[in-house]
């Protein structure tokens, strides 16, 4: 090994000393969270192997198909919330979880309550699984009292109330992009090791970018400002160059690409679906706390998306999250609207 790779090796950051140096700063705290998020990650590693086996499904049994021992297997989604349902619960740290596979949210019995409330989007961008591409787990953290009884109250609480929020992205190599509200940190598994090592360091999104991402099947239905604004992107009126279109159709992996490349994601309302399609909870709020923290925003067309009060666990909100001059271009052109 060269004097750079023995350099190197030295300065190995894994996930779990990262999160002990942060919890070595808050003398009051206790470990809880250190546990909570290394079942989290032990979930992604869990999810990872059985998206990588996902190809394979017809020859050993994953996804639906019967496998060798002549036993149904489950399908990919249905199998990422029981293990992070299982991963949960068994740290001992969490009261209630929000599935966006489960209609009711759970409420952990009482001799394994934790403090801790995880809403949770097992699998984003299920839609892809079955052509390889990149897809990816979302979660979001609250912090309960100790003292009182959890109910549904606790998670129906604004984005900006989470304590964390992140995701771990399955694409050509496994991603773990984390924040406890203190910027943004991005891990990659090292699947010799076993171990997701801080490969990008306090990630800042660019002040604007020259990407846009949206589903632009759905233009007929847009409202007037997407509208205008996805035109924007194409025919700048201030003489720049167009943006350029990216969409792949999975949450995680076109917010990841934004996150570090800059340019925005939007996923507007339709007259369709006048509440977009992406669900508060576990899409719209963890991404917004991540862009914000990494110094993007997030704007729902009529104000910041952390802000709001989810009524209903699976509600949903329209989303236009990225870099900040890109969604100020945005909520200028719906504040115009307002004043017709
Ligand atoms: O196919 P559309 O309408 O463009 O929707 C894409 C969006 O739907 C989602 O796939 C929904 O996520 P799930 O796969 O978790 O249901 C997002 O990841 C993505 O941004
Ligand atoms: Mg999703
Ligand atoms: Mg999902």
Partial sequence: MDHAAEANRTDLMTITRFVLNEQSRHPESRGDFTILLSNIVLGCKFVCTAVNKAGLAKLIGLAGETNVQGEEQKKLDVLSNDVFVKALISSGRTCILVSEEDEQATFVEPSKRGR??????P??????????????TIFGIYMVKDSIE???DEVLQPGKNMVAAGYCMYGSSCTFVLSTGAGVNGFTLDPSLGEFILTHPDIKIPKKGKIYSVNEGNAKNWDGPTAKYV???KFPKDGSSP???????????????????GGIFLYPADKKSPNGKLRVLYEVFPMSFLMEQAGGQAFTGKQRALDLVPKDIHERSPIFLGSYEDVEEVKALYAAEDKK
């Fill in 123 to 136: 699998l984003d961008g299920s839609s892809n699984i079955d052509c390889g591409v990149s897809i990816g």
């Fill in 231 to 233: 035109e924007r992107c």
């Fill in 243 to 261: 943006k350029s279109l990216r969409y792949i159709g999975s949450m995680v992996a076109d917010v990841h690409r934004t996150l570090l490349y």
């Fill in 150 to 152: 959890p109910t549904l």
């Fill in 116 to 121: 801790y409330a995880v809403v949770f989007d």
